[in-house]
């Protein structure tokens, strides 16, 4: 059964704030106090000439009633129920009933009494945000007029007592406007003032998200080295695995040299250098211009900006050649056609080399053109699973694929490896790590191993060689692009591979101190199958 709005204790509430139901309560505390007051009056004037003759009990009796009737006024502000707007009526009609049966008893309180309904008008109107307070003072002074007429009816007044009541029921009229002026210019205040805030806030989260998500990190320190605010990615790049504590935590107490570039007070357009245990940052210092002396410490991570300075060049070299590709295919594919022509009419050793240096070098463009083409569709993803089965089964063919000896490549894994990873790149990957493991080894019998496990969520696989290895130099530039020491090679094979590895969720970085070179697929947990 569907139960109605007006059974439900509160539904009619849920239109009003908490503010208005306290406004009530108060104004009923006001009604309660006046109840009380009338009472004590009624107890201390009731023999006195201050009431018509044996009105003063009837006096009491109206002020205990009232007394009554605030009270449990209470009950229903407390309970919620019936709703505001049905309360707050039904408060001021008590308030007019009640003043009018008092002013029957007392032709010299009885002004007086009329002006308390000025206080309940007034309320009423600014308790109940400017609605029907108009109707609250019609309704005042409808009942003043009725009570006035009896008057005269026994003849209690004249007829020219009219006049003074006309103005208190224009003062009721007037108040009633008034207060419903007032409610209308509040509300509208307190309107703005909430859209403001609503801005507000949704500003202040957009900032928080901006902050969070943020590659750089961002750390807002007081002049005096305490730290108001510290981003998630600000604690990452300085290696910090505790959380900060604004207000409270000192910069000293994290990064003394970072506290140092701080008290030098950097000009904004200068980026020191700064190392941590987890990146090596350069710092931009931007003053916020307020009396404590905040300033806001931008940390940027140099091997991002490295990064992606080298995608954008590498974009740009991309759409270059996906451009004029076909343009360079089709004269080297005449080129080595030629080449291979003045072979068949050659018949001097020396004019065979001429021969041999066309082709070799036809041969590089192409591979040049094909691997800059294979890295702008690294982002066209087809996964499949691939298992210790499948994953040695392509090996092999690679191995096959590049004459390597079979007894020279030994392979390792364990039959619970699974993963998704593209079967292209993959392919692309493995092929470019072993090639130039081939390249480098010694060419013996077990020179490339390939060795997969599973360390918790990451499956690896290594291929390392037993040649001289990467000297230090050449290591921080292995994966940037055209770089090599082969004068054969591309320089893109390693750096396509990385590309690809990271297409796929994984990551590619060379392993220092193995004894020969030893470079490492890792595929994180999402891409395990």
């Known amino acids: 059964m569907r139960t109605s709005a007006a059974a439900r204790p509160g539904a009619a509430a849920q239109s009003y704030f908490a503010s208005h139901w306290r406004s009530l309560d108060y104004f009923n505390l006001y009604r309660l106090t006046l109840a009380v007051a009338l009472a004590f009056t009624g107890l201390i004037f009731s023999e006195s000439d201050l009431f018509r003759t044996g009105a003063g009990e009837r006096f009491l009796g109206f002020a205990y009633a009232y007394l009554v009737i605030a009270a449990l006024f209470v009950l229903g502000i407390r ?109 509208r205040s307190e309107r703005l003032a909430q859209s403001q805030a609503d801005e507000l806030a949704l500003l202040n989260r957009i900032n928080a998200l901006a902050i969070e998500n943020s590659p750089d990190g961002l750390l807002a320190v007081r002049g005096d080295g305490i730290i108001r605010h510290a981003s998630p990615r600000a604690l990452a790049l300085m290696g910090i695995p505790v959380p900060v504590i604004p207000g409270v935590t000192r910069l000293a107490d994290y990064s003394l040299e970072l506290a ?52 954008l060049k590498l974009a740009a070299l991309g759409r270059l050649t996906a451009n004029i590709a076909h343009e360079i295919r089709n004269p080297l594919s005449a080129i080595s056609h030629a080449a291979q022509l003045l072979r068949e009419e050659m018949h001097d050793p020396a004019h065979f080399k001429l021969a041999d240096i066309i082709e070799n070098n036809s041969r590089r463009l192409d591979r040049l053109v094909e691997e800059v083409l294979t890295l702008n569709r690294r982002d066209r993803l087809k996964p499949v699973t691939f298992d210790a089965a499948t994953l040695t089964a392509l090996i092999a063919e690679l191995r096959q694929t590049e004459e390597i000896p079979t007894d020279a490549v030994i392979v390792n894994m364990p039959d619970a490896l699974h993963f998704q990873f593209d079967p292209d790149h993959l392919r692309q990957i493995i092929w470019n790590l072993l090639r130039n493991a081939w390249r480098f080894c010694r060419k013996q019998t077990g020179s490339i191993h390939l060795n997969a496990r599973i360390q918790g969520d990451t499956a690896q696989l290594d291929v390392q060689d037993d040649g001289a290895g990467v000297i230090p130099e050449h290591q921080d530039k292995l994966f940037e692009p055209f770089f090599t020491t082969d004068a054969q090679g591309t320089g893109l094979g390693l750096f396509l591979a990385r590309e690809l590895a990271e297409a796929n969720h994984a990551e590619l970085a060379y392993q220092p101190g193995t004894g020969g070179a030893c470079f490492r697929l890792s595929i994180h947990g999402k891409a395990l199958a």
Do not use: K
Request: glycine letters at 10%.
């Open 79 to 187: 309970a919620r129920w019936p709703g505001f707007q049905i309360q707050l009526t039904a408060h001021i009609m008590a308030d007019i009933i009640f003043v009018m049966l008092l002013m029957t008893t007392s032709g010299r309180l009885s002004d007086g009494l009329g002006l308390l309904l000025v206080i309940s008008i007034a309320s009423g109107g600014l308790v109940g945000s400017g609605r029907l307070t108009l109707l609250y003072a019609a309704m005042a002074s409808i009942a003043l007029l009725l009570q006035h007429g009896f008057n005269i009816l026994g003849g209690g007044q004249g007829i020219d007592s009219f006049f003074q009541v006309g103005l208190l029921c224009a003062g009721y009229f007037a108040i009633g406007w008034l207060a419903h002026a007032l409610t209308q210019r509040a509300l």
């Open 260 to 311: 140092n570039i701080l008290a030098q007070q950097p000009d904004p357009f200068t980026t020191p250098t700064l190392s941590t245990p987890a990146a090596q940052l350069r710092v931009r210092c931007i003053p916020l211009a307020m009396q404590d002396d905040s300033r806001v410490l931008v940390l940027e991570d140099q091997r991002q900006a490295e990064q992606a300075a080298q995608r």
